[in-house]
């Protein structure tokens, strides 16, 4: 199975980083939203990120050339002779069966499914179309271009061709794949979650501070960042989502979503990406904690 083009579904934080690292590798690749100004916002972000990329002398060509290899499309049509397509929409099983059941139909069928979710079961998703042994997930990380992992998850039923086809694209990707089973939260988040999810509830009983805590874990564990600075990057709408699938499907507290971690989404603090979280991020060279605001008293 030889993989040319790429297809890529949703062009937001995630699928932007899928389509940028798959062009930079040399595939074609087009981008599916569900309006223009999402890809020109997703296509800004990969301009930007390429700049930089070929300012530190990374990239093997000039970006432009890489550039011409990305297209974007609002038709579904234009997916039909992709070799795979990778899909990055939002996290909700209905939205990601129903963009499944819709492509299945038009793009050819010896192309390969791919699931980005984080933690929605692949053999659930897999089931809206007729192609269940081509249809694997495919979980980056991110900044999609600077992760080097990415999870390769089989289903019971996924072929081993298939699944061997996408490692290999993955490594062709510039990724260190990892095998997994289709269990939800593959193997980074089943371990990732809970250590989140308790961070928040450290704070909730007051062990220590935001800023505290971020930099117990980063300079007593060597981590890169804290938990709360990683949950304000991943989003904390997306960790809340993932942290009820997870629930869901273990009926563990450990991937339970604290209260503090609920009431912070419903408010709009969705990290980062948001301007608020646990740290004001009005500037993002000094994020200022919020012990006070969530705590209250
Ligand atoms: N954020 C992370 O750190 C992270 C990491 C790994 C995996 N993921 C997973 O990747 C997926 C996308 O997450 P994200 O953070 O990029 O979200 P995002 O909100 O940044 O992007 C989602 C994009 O999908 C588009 N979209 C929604 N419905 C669509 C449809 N029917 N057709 C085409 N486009 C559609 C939206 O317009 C949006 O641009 C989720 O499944 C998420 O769990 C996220």
Redesign the pocket.
Known sequence: MTIKKVGV?????????IAQVSATAGFDVIS????EK?IE??FAGIRKSLAKLAEKGKLNEPVDAILARLKGTTRKEDLADCDIIV?????NLA??R??FAAIDPIVKPSAIFA??????SITETMTATRRADRFVGL????PVPLMNLVEVARTIVTSPEVLETVIAFGKKLGKTPVRTNDMPGFIVNRLLVPYLMDAIRAFEEGVGSVSDIDASMKLGCGYPMGPFTLLD???LD?TY??SIVMFDEFKEKRFASPSLLKRMVLAGWHGK?SGKGFYDWSDPAAPAPQDAALRGL
């Open positions: 579904l949703g062009c937001g934080l995630m699928g932007s980083g599916l939203e569900v309006d999402f916002r997703g899909e990055a929409i939002i996290e939205e990601k129903k963009m699931s980005n979710t984080s933690s929605i979980h980056f990380f991110n990057f991943v989003g997306t989502y993932i990406k």
